[in-house]
């Protein structure tokens, strides 16, 4: 018999300093459905019971990676929690603490100790875990400072967002932007001729057409509008370059620009286009050469890095050219396939993937 491999024990230290009240790094902390916002490892985390030693909780990791069951083991409010996972044989134990500083502000540190039965896999492991934490803790410091004493009670920021859609619909478009952003929000699947037409859903959007968007009191409707309105809720993920900038000129054009493609297309797959001087698509030639400038050559429609613009043109490209009413050339389908790639396009396809894959095994036992 072989004697077992000693325990072995990792740990790893990383911390940051923020212009922020002990008060709102713990607001951020314990509102575990936000995480995603401001921890890019996190693709979706839900808390079951409160904010509390003995809780758990569940943190699906991005990618395609696992879910995780963790458990708050020591909270402490407004000054530290420790969470615990175990985790392919080895238990994970992130402390996350803060200091407040004499000059103001506090000092964050995340700390995270690995035990397990051998060394080297615990070594790797604590690595791993611990090797997003100085990204994580710049992210948490933006949040934090872009709004040091935190949403005002009853502030917007506070309310639940519910997205109206259907898996087999532009509904797909907002749904990729909500995963982009990292909020939490709900999903209510409405039905098409039945649900989407009755006056409960009519209420929200008279065209009885999905998506639309609920965000505490405020209804937004048109994937254009919708992408524009979340891309603001959260300035950290520059998804809209900042207002006033020379960025916001293409930013604001090429999401309206979409409004006439559409127009143009749809008239097309009936076969019948206005008059080029009435149609606010113009000609089809017009309309298509100038959407084909618009992607050829580059990654990003509004400035060096991607926004909701860049989302919505690739994601509508992509739709048109699923169903053939967009013609295949190079450049449109390069656009779209580079940023369908995206972790937060292929979540949101998988999740209404799912829900048309439900839909369709509960149509089969009618
Ligand atoms: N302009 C709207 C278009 C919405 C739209 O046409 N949605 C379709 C699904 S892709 C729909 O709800 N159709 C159902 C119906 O009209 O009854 C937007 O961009 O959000």
Known sequence: MTAPAPAARRTHETSTD???????????????????????????????????????FEMQLPNGGPLLHSR?????????????????????????????????GVRVSYRTE???????????????????????????????????????????????????????SRGRVARWMLEETGLPYATEVLEYGTTMKAPAYRAINP?????AIKHGNAVVTE?????????????????????GTPERGPYYRWISFMGPVEALLTAKSVGTLAKPEQAGYGSEADALDTLEGAVRGRDHLAGE?????????????GFYLQFKMLEPRPEFVRFAQLHAQRPAARRANAIDDELAAQLQAAAGKT
């Open 18 to 56: 923020i212009a922020t009240t002990p008060t709102r790094v713990w607001q951020l902390w314990s509102d575990v459905a936000r995480w995603p916002r401001w921890n890019a490892g996190v693709a979706r985390a839900a808390l079951h019971g409160p904010f509390a030693s003995g809780s758990t």
């Open 72 to 104: 708050l083991v020591d909270v402490r409010p407004g000054e530290r929690f420790t969470d615990e996972t175990a985790f392919e044989g080895v238990v994970v134990r992130v402390t996350h603490a803060m200091a407040p500083l004499a000059a103001g």
């Open 114 to 168: 690995v035990e397990g039965p051998n060394a080297a896999q615990a070594a790797e492991i604590g690595a791993g875990v611990s090797s997003d934490f100085p990204a994580v803790l710049q992210s948490l410091k933006a949040v934090a400072e872009a709004n040091p004493n935190g949403p005002k009670e009853g502030s917007i920021m506070t309310a639940t967002i519910t997205l109206y859609t259907h898996p087999w």
């Open 207 to 211: 065209m009885g057409k999905v998506p």
């Open 223 to 243: 994937n254009a509008a919708i992408l524009m309105y979340l891309a603001d809720l959260v300035p950290e993920k520059k998804l809209a370059p900042a207002a």
């Open 305 to 317: 890095h991607f926004t909701a613009a860049d989302l919505f043109v690739a994601s509508l490209i």
